[in-house]
């Protein structure tokens, strides 16, 4: 298997699920603890295109920071990417990226078809 990249959050449930279940196929995921490392734009664009999805379906719904911010009563697209950037907890997670393509691991199941 190629490399396998997933966009981790340590306190998060389905993100460490995704992550024993990558492990328990045998992979050794590199981690990126997007949280600690914001991702910056260049590279949070490139995942949004490798998802084929907008900032705003990458959202993470109902999170305090987005709702301050007013990105969940039509900010705009351009307005949620750069707040992204600016406060990576609004990212949905994980994020699991191999050479095959990028999914938004929710439910996990959904990375068995970038394998």
Known sequence: MSKVVI???TSCGS???ALEYL????LEPEVYLYMKEKPGRARLEAVLKQLQLKPSELLR???KKGEELGLYHGASEEAILEAMCEHPILIQRPIVITEK???LARPK???DAIL
């Open 7 to 9: 966009w981790h959050h």
């Open 15 to 17: 993100s460490r699920g």
């Open 23 to 26: 492990e328990s196929k045998g």
């Open 61 to 63: 719904p109902g999170e």
């Open 101 to 103: 393509g990028a999914v």
């Open 109 to 111: 199941g959904k990375i």
